[in-house]
């Protein structure tokens, strides 16, 4: 159990597009969903925190109109990346967590993304 | 702030040595979680172990072992006889609680890179 899922794995998306990656929880709902921002050889690093119903929060330096993200499931979380530049490409993952269990946080497989 | 600090960026051993990988964290509260993840070159995040600040006891799963000391902040890893299979991307991290009695997102350390040699 505790599986989540993103689509897609991968995507190439041109300049100035917007692209969205979606994390499904596939057997729990996810109360609170999590995002994570991976550039190559480097670290996890959080982007924003959302919960169902709720506007997400931004951690410092994440610009909030670039990075869109809707928590309006308690099993489907998305990430809007917009007008995309070649310094987003990333790899970008998201975790869930359940009511009552908030220190078990479940990842997805990631999505790389990649601007031209 | 909290901050995860693993200061070995890559550890190279030969198959069968034990290796271990060294976590340092840094946090005011009091309530926290630790965790380490395996990340092989696949990308997925694989979930070892996660232990909360309350528990110090050292914790052993087949050729792993979790070494967890409040006083020096530390949550080091150890991998007993070593396998070219361990061979990924370790990481590191903290999840501080809050008022609302949930969980923070993690904070992960850079990452050790673990190369088994055959």
């Known amino acids: 159990g505790a599986v989540v899922s993103q689509h897609p794995s991968w995507v190439i998306c041109k300049s100035g597009t917007s692209v969205k990656i979606e994390c499904r929880s596939l057997?729990?709902?996810?109360?609170?969903m999590f995002w994570y921002r991976q550039f190559p050889k480097q670290s996890l690093m959080l982007m924003a925190t959302?919960?169902?119903?709720?506007?997400?929060?931004?951690e410092q330096g994440v610009e909030k109109d670039k990075f869109l993200i809707n928590h309006a499931s308690l099993t489907l979380s998305t990430l809007t990346v917009t007008s995309a530049h070649p310094e987003d490409s990333s790899f970008y993952i998201c975790?869930?967590?359940?009511?009552?269990?908030?220190?078990?946080?479940?990842f997805g497989p990631g999505t790389r993304l990649t601007v031209t | 702030a909290q901050k995860v600090t693993q200061a070995q960026t890559e550890i190279s051993v030969v198959e069968k040595e034990d290796v271990t990988l060294d976590c340092v964290y840094e946090?005011?509260?009091?309530?926290?979680?630790l965790f380490w993840y395996k990340q092989p070159p696949s990308g997925e995040l694989v979930f070892l172990i996660r232990?909360?600040?309350?528990?110090?006891q050292n914790e052993i799963s087949g050729r792993y072992s979790w070494n967890f000391q409040k006083s020096t902040s530390s949550f080091n890893f150890t991998i007993t006889a070593s396998q070219v299979v361990d061979s990924a991307v370790y990481f590191c991290?903290?999840?501080?609680?809050?008022?609302?009695?949930?969980?923070?997102?993690?904070?992960f350390g850079k990452g050790t890179h673990l190369i088994i040699q055959p």
């Open positions: 959302s919960n169902e119903g709720s506007k997400a929060t931004y």
């Open positions: 057997d729990f709902q996810a109360t609170t």
């Open positions: 946090t005011r509260d009091t309530t926290y979680y």
């Open positions: 991290a903290l999840s501080e609680s809050y008022s609302g009695g949930g969980a923070d997102g993690l904070t």
């Open positions: 975790s869930a967590s359940r009511a009552g269990l908030p220190y078990e946080q479940y």
């Open positions: 232990r909360n600040s309350f528990d110090e």
